[in-house]
């Protein structure tokens, strides 16, 4: 049986026939079958009701972009993003078990680390609704091969490590609301698990989130340019495996 999938393209924005993208890149360890739930459906279920979710049986991803732009991210960061992603994992073999809240440093060498950040923008850019795409200025980011413009005003994109049996999340923009003091803010996020990381993307920087560490830096640098770095993950384990949530991750983290 063969669907047809047409729509916007979350990339260009061009009404066309949809491809398949593997959210991560399908050699970043995105083989397995994926349940996917959206921010709505996720927060339903949270508070116990029934929840549609879609079953993948290709690995997690969507039916979110035009060929071309499928095949440009592919070419141009989803490489480089499995390289980054498979010398994490090798890394991560040769420890013990990690516990929750545990911090591990890695070092990076010769990486061009500007495409490993777009292909995370990419990713985030299947979940988002084109318009906020548009808003963050992905689209012009992602179609111009060099670009390392963003607006760091809009949004803060952070990163972890996840445990593989809740690597896989998916979640479009939810609110959540985070204590503070005798009240509660409400912030606008977007969460993404994708064995060995997770990534935040914060839309209302201005109330910054806590988990993670940020990496806005990864936009410093040209696209060619190739970088020697240390970066410093935490990992998080989230509340429930059966049913991960956006930020919802086991206490203490400090
Ligand atoms: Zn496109």
């Not at 593997?22 to 921010?39: D, L, T």
Request: one cysteine or more; glycine letters at 6%.
């Amino acid at each position: 049986m063969s669907e047809t999938h047409e729509g916007l393209c979350h990339i260009c924005g061009k009404y066309s026939k949809l491809t398949f993208e593997h959210i991560p890149p399908k050699q970043a360890f995105n083989w397995y079958r994926a349940k996917i739930y959206n921010g709505d459906e996720a927060l339903k279920r949270s508070k116990g009701a029934q929840a549609k979710y879609c079953n993948l049986q290709q690995g997690m991803g969507k039916y979110s972009l035009c060929q071309s732009c499928n095949n440009n991210t592919g070419a141009w960061y989803a490489q480089t993003y499995c390289d980054f992603a498979m010398d994490v994992v090798k890394s991560l073999h040769k420890l013990n078990q990690l516990e929750h809240g545990n911090v591990v440093e890695f070092t990076f060498k010769n990486c061009p680390i500007l495409q490993v950040v777009k292909q995370i923008v990419a990713m985030f850019c299947s979940i988002l609704p084109y318009d906020e795409v548009q808003r963050l200025g992905f689209d012009k980011l992602l179609l111009e091969k060099e670009s390392n413009t963003v607006n760091r005003k809009l949004f803060d994109l952070r990163m972890y490590l996840t445990p593989i049996e809740t690597g896989q999340l998916m979640c479009g923009p939810s609110v959540v609301f985070v204590k503070k003091d005798e009240s509660a803010e409400a912030i606008r996020v977007a969460d993404l698990g994708a064995y060995p990381f997770g990534f935040i993307l914060n839309l209302t920087p201005e109330t910054p989130v806590k988990y993670g560490g940020s990496i806005m830096d990864m936009f410093n640098v040209k696209y060619d340019e190739k970088c020697d770095f240390k970066l410093s993950l935490v990992y998080l384990e989230r509340r429930s495996v059966d049913f991960p949530l956006p930020l919802v991750f086991k206490e203490p983290i400090d």
